[in-house]
Every structure is written in C-alpha cells, then in structure tokens.
T-cell receptor
Framework: GAVVSQHPSRVICKSGTSVKIECRSLDFQATTMFWYRQFPKQSLMLMATSNEGSKATYEQGVEKDKFLINHASLTLSTLTVTSAHPEDSSFYIC?????????FGSGTQLSVL | AQSVAQPEDQVNVAEGNPLTVKCTYSVSGNPYLFWYVQYPNRGLQFLLKYITGDNLVKGSYGFEAEFNKSQTSFHLKKPSALVSDSALYFCAVRAAGSGGYQKVTFGTGTKLQVIP
C-alpha cells in the first residue's frame, strides 16, 4: 500500500542550527505534499502546501524564509527549519496526497536546545 | 476559509459500548471529509473518507461515519468499542475538486479513551 516515509523521527539540535526533514512517498507519486505542525494541545496546523516543481504555498503566519520547503520530485519533499530556536520545538508531520486521501509520515519530533 | 470543529477534547466510553466522536465542518462548495487516527508515538493513519455517494461510509477497524449535509457534520461511530481503539482521532475536510492546491484542514483532535 501507499506509504510516506519521513525521517528523521527524532532530532535534537542546538539553537541557531538548521534541520532538514525528509518525506518520501513510496509506491505512489505525491504531486502535492502538505506539511503540518502538531502543537502540544494536539491540534494539527497546516504550515504549507507544496506541489512538485513549484514554489510552496505557505499559510498565513508561517515564515517562508524560516521553513524552507522543497518538492523537487514526485516522491520527495523536504522541510528545512533554518536557524532553529527553542520555540520551533514541535512535532512535524508531512502528508502526501494520493488516491483522494492523505498518507502521512510517522512524524519528526524536533527539540531545539 | 474552511474549518473543522471537534467539540470534545476527550471522549470516554466503556468497552463494548457504542462510541461517537463528533465533527462539524465548514467549506465552500461540496466537501471531501476524512477521519484519521493517531496512536501513541505513531503517525496518522487513514480511517475512512466521504467523497460522494452514500452518506454512511464504512472504514477500517469497524468504524463508520455519517455525512449530514444539512447539519454539516461527519460524526465517527463504532457499534462496540475496543480498548485498542483508544487513540487520538482527527477529522479533516477539503473542498471537492482535483486541484493540487486544495488544502486539507484538520480539527483539533479528540482523544478517545475506552475503559475496560
């Protein structure tokens, strides 16, 4: 079945460094990839929508220069958190659209010290 | 702007009893509706979806959901709850259509606790 592989599953980094999160769609082509951030209250907040080969569409309030999204191929999308700060610590989840539904990665827990 | 409301942060139900997790939505035009489940320390898993057709949709693990257009609701149900159903449930909506920019909006999630 369709699977989205997301890694790393957990990353701890120092403040000021950059972290890259990868999502790969396996067995299907995800022309659209969604990036979500899950807050401690358990809500999922859409950060951006990316389509293969074009610029990502960011939601209001999301800094595009801080959260760099690249969707270079139909099976790979990356989210780079640049100059990470402790307030960026969160759970990030990607979802690839296929067969009229979303297939999610297993998420990345980012902790910025 | 589209939105999803899950009015209950947590639902407690005894094992063997029927369960309902509520969801209402707002979207321009016809909706595509989804339910996802998140088990502890794991990613989101698809449960079921409504695109068109019968209002009662059957999904994985014995779950079903009923689309009610007049009430703009898509409540998740199961006739007999299992302890293993305890998890976090998310309702989601997007506008109908095949456009790549049709974003999916999630509710805030409902924690289901099935008591043995």
């Amino acid at each position: 079945g369709a699977v989205v592989s997301q890694h790393p599953s957990r990353v701890i980094c120092k403040s000021g460094t950059s972290v890259k999160i990868e999502c790969r769609s396996l067995d299907f082509q995800a022309t659209t990839m969604f990036w979500y951030r899950q807050f401690p209250k358990q809500s999922l907040m859409l950060m951006a929508t990316s389509n293969e080969g074009s610029k990502a569409t960011y939601e209001q309030g999301v800094e595009k220069d801080k959260f760099l999204i690249n969707h270079a191929s139909l099976t790979l999308s990356t989210l780079t958190v640049t100059s990470a700060h402790p307030e960026d610590s969160s759970f990030y989840i990607c979802g690839g659209r296929g067969y009229e539904k979303l297939f999610f990665g297993s998420g990345t827990q980012l902790s910025v010290l | 702007a589209q939105s999803v409301a899950q009015p209950e942060d947590q639902v407690n139900v005894a094992e063997g009893n029927p369960l309902t997790v509520k969801c209402t939505y707002s979207v321009s035009g016809n909706p595509y509706l989804f339910w996802y489940v998140q088990y502890p320390n794991r990613g989101l898993q698809f449960l079921l979806k409504y695109i068109t057709g019968d209002n009662l949709v059957k999904g994985s693990y014995g779950f079903e959901a009923e689309f009610n257009k007049s009430q703009t609701s898509f409540h998740l149900k199961k006739p007999s709850a299992l302890v293993s159903d305890s998890a976090l449930y998310f309702c989601a909506v997007r506008a109908a259509g095949s456009g790549g920019y049709q974003k999916v909006t999630f509710g805030t999630g409902t924690k289901l606790q099935v008591i043995p």
